[in-house]
């Protein structure tokens, strides 16, 4: 079994097609959606959780770029700066995760991209700028 966190960037005319029930009807997945922006008439992006065995995983994640979806590990989308990060915590107030927290030793901001959902909240709160979202 494995399970994966996955950015999906998808094209305007896949907006209104069942994509996810596919993933679970024809290749055996279970998802959890984290996030999701998906506007019609525009292109959409997805994060999501899926789990299932390897081979139905590797599959699917086949038929989605067949499709022209463009995937993504989520640990790829949310990166920070380590040269642009004072340390300042104002991130870790913000993340729903606990993915940035204060390391109660060094009192250095850490960020765990396992933890993270990429809600972009450190993103707009970090007043350095060191978080940021990769843009595909």
Not at 14 to 36: G, H, S, T
Not at 70 to 85: G, H, M, N, V
Not at 95 to 107: G, H, I, K, R, V
Not at 115 to 126: M, W
């Amino acid at each position: 079994m494995v399970s994966k966190r996955v950015v999906l960037k998808f094209p305007q005319k896949l907006v209104d097609q069942p994509i996810v029930y596919k993933l679970v009807k024809e290749f055996n997945l279970v998802f959890n959606i984290l996030r999701a922006r998906v506007t019609p008439n525009e292109e959409g992006e997805l994060v999501i959780e899926l789990q299932g065995k390897k081979q139905n995983y590797a599959d699917g994640i086949k038929y989605l770029q067949n499709l022209g979806v463009s995937t993504q590990p989520l640990s790829q989308d949310i990166t920070r700066d380590e040269k642009r990060c004072s340390h300042c915590g104002v991130c870790v107030t913000m993340c729903p995760t606990e993915a940035l927290y204060l390391d109660q030793n060094t009192q250095k901001v850490i960020f765990d991209p396992e933890k993270c959902i990429a809600c972009e909240l450190c993103v707009r709160a970090c007043p350095p700028r060191a978080m940021k979202i990769k843009i595909l």
